[in-house]
C-alpha cells in the first residue's frame, strides 16, 4: 500500500466533506419539499371541511323545498 502524503489526505478529506455537504444539502431539500406538501394537504382538507360544514349547516334558500 503506498504512503499517504498529508496532502493526499487533506484532498480526501476534502472531497468527504463536499461529499457531505451535497448529501445534506439534498436531504434539507427533501424534507422541505415533504413538509410544504404536507402543509398544502392540510390546507386542501380544511378547505373541504369548510365547503362541507358550510353546506350542512347552511339553511336551505326560502324558495327551495326542504
Known amino acids: 500500500m503506498p ?3 498529508d496532502a493526499d489526505a487533506a ?3 476534502d472531497y468527504l466533506h463536499d461529499l ?9 431539500v ?3 419539499r415533504h413538509a410544504q406538501s404536507q402543509l398544502q394537504l392540510a ?3 380544511r378547505t373541504e371541511n369548510i ?9 336551505p334558500h326560502r324558495d327551495q323545498q326542504p
Do not use: D, F, G
Open 30 to 32: 427533501q424534507i422541505r
Open 20 to 28: 457531505v455537504m451535497l448529501v445534506e444539502s439534498h436531504y434539507l
Open 3 to 5: 504512503e499517504l502524503t
Open 51 to 59: 365547503a362541507v360544514s358550510t353546506s350542512i349547516t347552511k339553511p
Open 43 to 45: 390546507e386542501e382538507l
Open 11 to 13: 484532498a480526501i478529506l
